[in-house]
């Protein structure tokens, strides 16, 4: 009898030492498979994000390897409260990139069909001019750059660049604009980008 008495808190001891291991050893792989998941989850949307949103990119990556180094170090409880809202962060992270490429492309197509003509209107008249004799100077260095960063930025939109194509288109804009009043060329603003 005495033996049972001293076995049954050994056997409770025991049990309570598994019941122990056995939750924390649920939270390291919870934690882990979270993890796994938000990595594989944010592969395919980083490098979209990247391109349109590079500081929230930034910070849910930050955020995923904050999770990942409290995994290593042992924190699982705390790698698992981290790892649980990275899926919040991945999906608000490719809507907003998707959003400001949506804006990129908008903006773009507002250039391609205001630029074309304003650029076809100041190389008339540069042409006339040059022809008369009567172009001021510099006016044809100014046109060559702004035909040339056009070409540029035809070229980033083609090969999937937004953001340069409309950097760039934006500041044809404003040379082809600043072109035309010198030149007394009259013309509606192209639409705002």
């Known amino acids: 009898m ?13 049990l309570l030492l598994i019941v122990t291991a056995a939750c924390g050893n649920g939270e390291k792989v919870s934690a882990q498979a979270a993890i796994s998941a938000a990595q594989t989850a944010f592969g395919p949307v980083k490098s979209l994000s990247e391109k349109y949103v590079p500081e929230q990119t930034a910070a ?14 042992g924190d699982y409880s705390g790698a698992l409260t981290s790892a649980k809202a990275l899926p919040g962060q991945i999906t608000d992270l490719a809507a907003a990139a998707k959003a400001k490429k949506d804006e990129f492309t908008k903006q773009w197509n507002d250039l391609s069909s205001s630029l074309p003509p304003l650029l076809s209107s100041v190389s008339a ?3 006339q001019l040059s022809a ?8 044809n260095d100014q046109y060559t750059s702004a035909k040339s960063l056009w070409d540029a930025a035809t070229a980033a939109f083609s090969s ?3 953001p340069t194509a409309v950097t760039d288109g934006n500041s044809v804009k404003e040379k082809l604009l600043a072109l035309a009043q010198m030149l007394h060329i009259k013309v509606a603003a192209p639409a705002a980008s």
């Open 160 to 162: 999937g660049d937004l």
């Open 125 to 127: 008249k540069v042409s």
């Open 132 to 139: 008369a004799h009567k172009l001021p100077a510099a006016t």
């Open 2 to 14: 005495n033996r049972r008495k001293l076995a049954l808190p050994a056997i409770a001891v025991v």
């Open 60 to 73: 849910v990556e930050a955020s995923i390897n904050s999770a990942q180094t409290a995994y290593n170090n």
